[in-house]
């Protein structure tokens, strides 16, 4: 299970005071209100920082870290992603997860037989649709409905999945 979440990308810098635009990646950029450090890691170096204000500026958010006061110490954080601790997630509701939690979860059919590994879930405006690499080879997608998705077991990686007719007759 992943310990660190990402919230955001750093897409590039917000005037000359030190303020960042991010790209949310995240489905509520309105928690960005409520966070008050975050990680970041642009590959080389992973640094704790504290939000000192939150803007939002079309589907961007644009931050100020405490302690980072002019585009010159910014710059360099471009492209960096923004992760926050377990700790400081969002609460998930029941049979709610985070999809980090979900990609590479072993998926197995109603009877307990392998059937793939997850590999992404796409966002769509009624359900998300999981990605599966199928263990013949190939990949189905299944709608995260609850006549489809059985069970999920974060903690040991599985997901138990009910393949609906016509599904894997797709391909």
């Keep these: 299970m992943e310990q660190k979440l990402q919230v955001g990308i750093i897409t590039a810098t917000h005037g000359l005071k030190g303020e960042v635009k991010v790209y949310p990646t995240t489905d509520d950029p309105g928690r960005f209100r409520r966070l008050k450090k975050v990680i970041l890691d642009n590959g080389k170096v992973s640094v704790d920082l504290e939000i000192e204000s939150v803007k939002y500026f079309k589907q961007f958010v644009i931050l100020k870290f405490k302690g980072l006061d002019d585009i010159e110490q910014v710059e360099k954080y471009r492209k ?22 979900l990609i590479d979860m072993k998926v197995v059919n109603e009877d307990g037989s392998p059937l793939g590994t997850l590999r992404d879930v796409i966002t769509t405006g009624a359900n998300d649709v999981y990605e599966v690499a199928l263990d013949e080879g190939g990949t189905v997608l299944i709608p995260a409905i609850k006549e489809c998705i059985l069970d999920v077991d974060v903690e040991n990686a599985v997901m138990r999945v009910h393949l609906l007719e016509g599904l894997l007759d797709l391909q």
Excluded at 81 to 86: D, G, H, N, P, Q
């Design 80 to 101: 960096a992603s923004l992760y926050v601790t377990r700790d400081n997630a969002v609460r998930l509701k029941k049979d709610e997860f985070f999809i980090a939690d």
